[in-house]
């Protein structure tokens, strides 16, 4: 039975559908769904793969159709199917409002632990080391909530250690997510995962006008007169 984790090519869309469905690890039945809903959209009845193109609002309106009411985490769940259900052969393309779906193949790979977040004590710890803000963008948590990220993602082998997580707002959460889809470099050098150590440095936007009306009197690059100011601090210093 080795190959079944690989392909199951020979079967129909329902069997495929119903086989994948049996397997699925998250522990919540309406995630169960909601994955189950997914591929049903994905794989149109009568129609072989590729499948449809299908838009993240299409999806969206299926979920909120069999709920009666909005639902705003489907995204995460797509990543789940994606992910620890080893359903590799949905792809994503576009973001934002552009985002979109298609089932390629019915290929799936071992499926993973599923998903867990830090326990109060330990995300307290976490928060406190960052000062209860954004590691990236900085914004506290008063300001906005912060999610529970792991630095280097499951998917490229990140543990779930206490030092491998980190606060991000939703914003530059999901901005992580979209980077990392499609990248295959080190996240040892990211600076989504590592921000501590790769983030840009950030002016202020009156310092940058500052700099740039500077250099503009006296006809240099903007980015020279910066490294200027920066060696003349040092050398006072």
Same mark, same amino acid.
């Given at each position: /039975? ?23 690890? &998250? #522990? ?11 591929? $049903?959209?994905?794989?149109?009845? #009568? ?8 838009? /993240? ?27 620890? $259900? ?18 390629? &193949?019915?290929?799936? $790979? ?33 300001? /906005?909530?912060?999610?529970?990220? &792991? ?19 939703? $914003? ?25 150590? &790769? ?39």
């Amino acid at each position: /039975m080795a190959n079944e984790l690989t392909t199951i090519e020979a079967l129909d869309r329902d069997e495929w559908i119903e086989t994948v469905c049996a397997k699925f690890v &998250h #522990g919540s039945q309406a995630n169960r769904t909601y994955y189950r809903l997914v591929l $049903e959209t994905l794989w149109s009845p #009568g129609q072989a793969l590729p499948g449809p193109v299908v838009s /993240m609002q299409a999806l969206r309106a299926v979920i909120n159709n069999y709920r009666g009411k909005p639902y705003s985490d489907l995204a995460r769940r797509i990543r789940e199917l994606q992910g620890e $259900e080893g359903v590799v052969g949905i792809q994503r393309t576009g973001s934002g409002l552009h985002t979109k779906y298609q089932l390629l &193949h019915t290929r799936l $790979e071992p499926k993973r632990v599923p998903r867990t977040g830090l326990n109060d004590e330990d995300w307290t710890r976490v928060l406190i080391a960052y000062k209860y803000r954004c590691a990236v963008c900085g914004r506290s948590s008063t300001e /906005m909530r912060l999610d529970q990220d &792991h630095k280097r993602p499951r998917l490229r082998g990140g543990g779930d250690e206490l030092s491998n997580w980190q606060p991000l707002c939703k $914003e530059c959460n999901n901005f992580k997510s979209t980077a990392c889809r499609y990248c295959n470099l080190d996240c040892a050098s990211c600076p989504w995962a590592f921000p501590e150590h &790769h983030a840009p440095v950030r002016l202020s936007a009156e310092n940058i006008e500052r700099i740039r009306s500077t250099a503009l009197k006296i006809d240099q690059d903007p980015s020279s007169v910066l490294n200027e100011i920066v060696d003349h601090y040092f050398d006072v210093t």
